[in-house]
């Protein structure tokens, strides 16, 4: 195993890996209740959605840590889930089976790129700058996901956001958050696990011994109540997907939607958490790219046959590499975790959302590290990098910081004659980035 994941070369142990896989994992799990909770309001069995999103994590995660060598977890992607139900299958009025076929379609597309070497022709065509500002980005959103999920922010009709009021459950929070960037202040390993761990257990009073909030499953919206601890996996979903009818005229915006987002979802993500993390190789480029590229695209298909919306790296990921994880090692010990879900998802409510919202936030600390690398003085880079780096957070779309950074590079240098430095890949990049702002 050591010879495999070469531990030593990278640094690191196995008990630094195990650390690290758990606490990606106990960042991530909430998809395991989140997904289905959003995937059922399609007509989907709730049940089913659980069995399909665990076994989508294990095999994704797991191909990413014994291929791709990567400490990278891979799960059905928020927004992506959001797409699926409230815009293909509520507005569009794309029938369940049809949209899972469309994710299916999306992935074997996302295959023959990755075996063409398309998508990694698309990935050194990120000019660099970009790429510090979407590491920076991610960081950002990541703590903007931490500070939401504890109420730290709550909407506020009059400004857009606010401060939330000094609740019990927020003064959990505050106290997590200081416990855990004591114990990174100290340099103590484990750091995120163990502030993740003690922010659960002050969470344990809330409602029963102080205040009237009570916690409930991870992110579900609304609360999921379980029945028990343990709950049988439920197949009824596998190879449900319409593949014929998924390929109609009506269904190709659904397809091609998926395929952009996911694009540059996966694109950005492995190039944030390789930049942050000084995961590179020796030309600079994300670690063992090519090989975490067709793992993702591998996940999207497996998605539609196992029956849920399309698998991406995730950024959440950023816990398990802050806390020390640097090989395929970490991803796999986060695999063989996610599976005894099949029969123990019931479990996760035992880890409320503000227990792993101080490690969401201090990551951001750990992500934001590249931005001293952009060139401030000079405007044609920093405008667009700003761009990119504010607008992931402000608009909640990695996607969207992604599209108005690539446009505003290119426009930038063509208004200010310096057309010859805007090569062909950015250009078609372009293309796609605006033809998804026209179909929304």
């Known amino acids: 195993m050591r010879d495999h994941f070469q531990l030593h070369q990278h640094r690191t142990t196995f008990s ?38 665990v076994l989508v994590c294990f095999f994704s995660t797991a191909m990413m840590g014994l ?6 977890l891979v799960a059905p992607g928020m927004g992506l889930n959001a797409f699926f139900t409230f815009t293909a299958v ?102 995120l696990l163990y502030g993740i761990l003690f922010t659960t257990l002050c969470a344990w009073p809330l409602g029963r011994w102080w205040g ?40 190709f915006p659904v397809i091609f939607s998926f395929i952009f987002t996911d694009l540059f979802d996966s694109l950005s993500t492995l190039v944030g958490l390789a930049e942050a993390a000084d995961l590179l190789d020796a030309n600079g480029e994300p670690r063992n790219v090519q090989r975490a590229l067709l793992t993702d695209a591998v996940s999207t298909t497996i998605a539609g046959l196992l029956g849920s919306s399309p698998g991406t790296a995730y950024i959440e990921s950023a816990v398990g590499i802050e806390a020390g994880g640097r090989t395929g090692l970490t991803a796999l010990i986060a695999a063989i975790l996610f599976l005894p879900f099949l029969f123990l998802s019931p479990l996760l409510a035992a880890v409320p959302p503000i227990a792993t919202a101080p490690a969401l936030v201090l ?54 004659g310096k057309a010859k430095e805007i090569g062909l890949p950015l250009l078609i990049i372009d293309a796609f980035a605006l033809l998804s702002l026209f179909l929304g």
Do not use: C
């Open 212 to 251: 009237t909030e009570t916690w409930s499953l991870i992110g579900s919206t609304p609360p999921v109540k379980s029945s028990g601890w343990w709950a049988a996996p439920d197949f009824s979903l596998l190879f449900r997907l319409d593949l014929v009818h998924s390929l109609r005229w009506a269904a």
């Open 90 to 191: 509520a507005t569009l009025k794309v029938p369940w089976p049809e949209a899972l076929g469309a994710v299916f379609w999306s992935g074997i597309f996302f295959l023959l790129l990755t075996l063409l070497n398309i998508r990694v022709y698309i990935l050194r065509a990120i000019p660099r700058p970009l790429r510090y500002a979407i590491a920076t980005g991610i960081g950002l959103f990541i703590t903007l996901i931490g500070l939401k999920e504890a109420k730290f922010i709550v909407p506020n009709p009059a400004t857009l956001v606010g401060s939330g009021h000094l609740t019990p459950s927020l003064l959990t929070f505050l106290a997590g958050l200081l416990f855990t960037a004591v114990l990174i202040a100290r340099k103590v390993k484990g750091a």
């Open 67 to 72: 291929y791709a060598r990567n400490p990278i």
């Open 16 to 53: 630094t890996e195990l650390v690290a896989g758990l606490s990606s994992f106990l960042a991530t799990s909430y998809i395991i209740i989140v997904n289905p909770a959003i995937l059922s309001q399609t007509g989907m069995p709730f049940s089913g959605v659980v069995t399909a999103t």
């Open 363 to 416: 990551v951001g600390v750990f992500m934001l590290r590249p931005v001293v690398n952009i060139r401030w003085q000079v405007p044609e880079e920093a405008i667009p990098a700003f761009l990119a780096m504010v607008l992931i957070p402000f608009t909640y779309s990695i996607t969207q910081g992604i599209v108005w950074g690539f446009l505003s590079w290119t426009l930038i240098r063509i208004l200010s």
